[in-house]
């Protein structure tokens, strides 16, 4: 008979993992003015800095929510593709 070992670190990475792939796949099923990204989600979605993020936000490019008490902020899956939309380029013919 084999024994097994387990490493509970191991074991706390997998299921860290196994939750993050939940979400993407949740995020899937719902229409984009219910997808929330916090502001750190922003960032690796769009790949900007926060200082990017924050100066979308101050010069009204991007909507977003805030908690007055807490300050966290989150913003709409649309509302980003909003934004996208209004620096898209087509191509030219």
């Given at each position: 008979?084999?024994?097994?070992k387990?490493?509970?670190?191991?074991?706390?990475?997998?299921?860290?993992?196994l939750?993050?792939?939940?979400?993407?796949?949740?995020?899937q099923?719902?229409?984009?003015?219910q997808?929330?990204?916090?502001?750190?989600?922003?960032?690796?979605?769009?790949?900007?800095?926060?200082?990017?993020?924050?100066?979308?936000?101050?010069?009204?490019?991007?909507?977003y929510?805030?908690?007055?008490?807490?300050?966290?902020?989150?913003?709409?899956?649309?509302?980003?593709?909003?934004?996208?939309?209004?620096?898209?380029?087509?191509?030219?013919k």
């Amino acid at each position: 008979m084999n024994n097994i070992k387990i490493d509970l670190k191991g074991l706390d990475d997998i299921n860290q993992k196994l939750d993050f792939l939940m979400q993407k796949i949740d995020k899937q099923n719902l229409p984009p003015d219910q997808i929330i990204y916090d502001n750190k989600g922003l960032q690796e979605f769009l790949k900007i800095s926060a200082g990017k993020a924050a100066l979308l936000r101050k010069n009204g490019k991007l909507a977003y929510s805030k908690d007055s008490h807490t300050g966290k902020i989150w913003y709409k899956l649309s509302d980003i593709l909003e934004y996208l939309d209004s620096c898209y380029y087509g191509r030219f013919k």
